[in-house]
């Protein structure tokens, strides 16, 4: 969301080093300095990596390095850097924790083998969501890649909350099944998943914007969009009556279900931060707010469905 995507221009290191550099003069060549194969260097506004360990000598030896080919991306903003460094980590910390779930879903294996196994899968789908992570770098941000990797992240997130659920069903006993109304909640899903697939597209096309008129130019982030960004926009009025139509049969089928207020709270949010961001030149928190809301809107809805299938007739 802060456009910190390229902050590292390789993967799993950054630059080459496991902590990444704050000063570009760290990233300059000099005289008499110790490198390690695979760091790096910016010059003549490209990407050189250290074929081997050596200590540089008076003057620039180019045997020594070799082209970054993956792709030519060479900017260093500290900012960003360590924005996609912090990103990694916790990453990383994600990536300890779907283990600790994996350990703990053993004691559940002879009662109930399902959560083991998508403890599991949800595992794997981290490893794949990581590997994507290096994608998206290696195609400088290209992006149906970002598409996927956000897809993939909420995909994450569904296999979270249904592990949720199986530990959670109790709570279906006060609730009703409504055949039509999981058709609705289903639709939702899907909105709202394409919703968000769109939105990755916006906001690289707005990045690419900044990157083209400068962050102080804010005005310019929409300047000439592709027709994705009308789409999007025009999209949420389909998502606004498909959520109402579901708070309304929820309230006068009674259902019971508490989730369709808070989903029309957080749709209410959507609309308002992406009014603000076209309106207003994306003022700070904005974008922040309006993709998370978005995350926090699927998973809603997903457990929704979750809770309708296994409602009481």
Known sequence: ?????????????????????????????????????????????????????FTS???????NWETYTKHDYAIFNPYHTWTEYINRLASVISGLIFLLLIYTSLKFRKENKILVY?????????????WLGKTVIDSVLKPST????????????????????????????????????HYLLLISVAFSILQIAMGTQVRQFVDEQVKLFGF?????????????FYIHRSFTIAIVLVNLLIFYKNETLKLNFKLPKYIVGLIIVE???????????FPLGTQAIHLVCGAVLFGMQFYLVLQNKYATN
């Open 216 to 228: 102080e130019n804010k005005q310019m982030s929409l300047y000439d969009p592709s027709v994705v």
């Open 118 to 130: 998508i403890s599991f899968v949800a595992f794997l789908g981290m490893l794949f969501e990581a």
């Open 146 to 181: 970002i598409t996927i990797h956000m897809v993939v992240g909420l995909l994450i997130i569904g296999l979270l909350l249904k592990l949720l659920h199986l530990l959670s069903r109790k709570e279906e006993q006060f609730i009703r099944y409504n055949k039509s109304f």
């Open 1 to 53: 969301m802060t456009g910190s995507g390229m902050g590292c221009p390789d993967w799993p290191k950054c630059f080459g080093y496991y902590i990444p550099p704050s000063d570009e003069a760290e990233l300059l060549w000099q005289p008499n300095k110790s490198y390690n194969e695979g760091m790096m260097i910016i010059q003549n506004e490209s990407l050189l990596v250290a074929e081997k360990n």
């Open 57 to 63: 000598a008076a003057n620039f030896k180019q045997e």
């Open 271 to 281: 609309a308002l931060t992406g009014i603000l961001m076209y309106y207003s030149d």
